[in-house]
């Protein structure tokens, strides 16, 4: 019913804070991560779960890339919230998440929302209890293309401030935590140092 709600009316669910809270807590509910985990034996209305509040999360971004120039941290949590799913073994194909990330976060978003998304970043990846999936998929899907793009279009001072490549550089790539980084989340953390 959301689902439908927010399909039609794209503006509707930024009005309602309480339905998108209820949905985050649908969301991060151990419930739904066990639904999830025995997908193969649910009916398809229950397999597409995730799907449908992956697609109001997505809208709900999208209002608010249009609606808040500087960056709301619910809308940028958001963001950072749904790229567990793309860690999980699921039949349902998740494409369309990746192409909101690398076409829309990463080419449309202004200066503003890129820096607000850069600082989401650093305080996310330096958390012990994010999964070094989640960090590997931010790397890849929302920061790597966002700062590529922010070079492209000249506007790489504006999102990279003095402080967040200090961060980047001690914390992230020199931290004490590098050597406890699997391959994979090495491979992105190059990437970055060579941007």
């Known amino acids: 019913l959301v689902h439908t709600l927010v399909k039609r009316m794209p503006h509707w669910l930024p009005s309602q804070p309480a339905v998108l809270q209820k949905l ?21 209305e229950q397999i597409q779960e995730s799907k449908l509040l992956i697609k109001c999360f997505v809208s709900y971004c999208r209002e608010q890339t249009k609606n808040d120039p500087e960056g709301n941290a619910q809308h940028i949590q958001l963001l950072f919230m749904m790229l567990s799913i793309l860690s999980e073994h699921t039949l349902i194909n998740y494409t369309f998440l990746k192409d909101f990330y690398l076409n829309e976060v990463a080419v449309v978003y202004n200066t503003a929302q890129k820096s607000a998304c850069l600082a989401f970043f650093l305080t ?10 989640d960090k590997v998929q931010a790397l890849q899907l929302i920061l790597l293309p ?17 402080d967040a490549i200090s961060v980047i550089i001690n914390k992230l790539l020199g931290g004490d935590m590098l050597p406890h980084y699997d391959e994979a989340l090495r491979i ?6 060579t941007l």
């Open 24 to 44: 985050v807590e649908v969301w991060t509910s151990p419930e739904r991560k066990a639904r999830l985990a025995a997908e193969e034996q649910m009916p398809l």
């Open 188 to 193: 992105e953390l190059l990437k970055l140092a």
């Open 146 to 162: 966002m700062l590529a793009s922010s070079f492209q279009k000249g506007e790489a001072k504006e999102v990279l401030s003095a």
């Open 124 to 133: 996310f990846f330096q958390k012990q209890e994010t999964p070094q999936d």
